[in-house]
Nanobody, 116 residues
Framework: VQLQASGGGLVQAGGSLTLSCAASGITTNSYYMAWFRQAPGKEREFVAAVRRFDSSNTYYSNSVKGRFTISRDNARKRAYLQMNSLKPEDTAVYYC?????????WGRGTQVTVSS
């Protein structure tokens, strides 16, 4: 059972990136899926989440609302984070998380760097 985040990279301010979280060993539809990020010297913070069994029910932090979109493809066992209008303050390591009752999984992070 594991999660693997990918898709990070270096992008200019105003650009876009799509992160992918590949899950193995779980049925993603039955898990709350979320993205968090951690910038250097800061605590890990919530970015976006999608509820179990209802991919239309999503949540975002105020700092990314309107710019980022979380989605999932249950057939491919993946969650995505589409990031548009990126800002230098979005620079961080991004982590995906899956949670179902008392089971919590974290993937290794993927670095996103936004240059000004």
């Amino acid at each position: 059972v594991q999660l693997q985040a990918s898709g990070g990279g270096l992008v200019q301010a105003g650009g876009s990136l799509t992160l992918s979280c590949a899950a193995s060993g779980i049925t993603t539809n039955s898990y709350y899926m979320a993205w968090f990020r951690q910038a250097p010297g800061k605590e890990r913070e919530f970015v976006a989440a999608v509820r179990r069994f209802d991919s239309s029910n999503t949540y975002y932090s105020n700092s990314v609302k309107g710019r980022f979109t979380i989605s999932r493809d249950n057939a491919r066992k993946r969650a995505y984070l589409q990031m548009n209008s990126l800002k230098p303050e979005d620079t961080a390591v991004y982590y995906c998380k899956a949670r179902r009752f008392d089971v919590e999984l974290w993937g290794r992070g993927t670095q996103v760097t936004v240059s000004s």
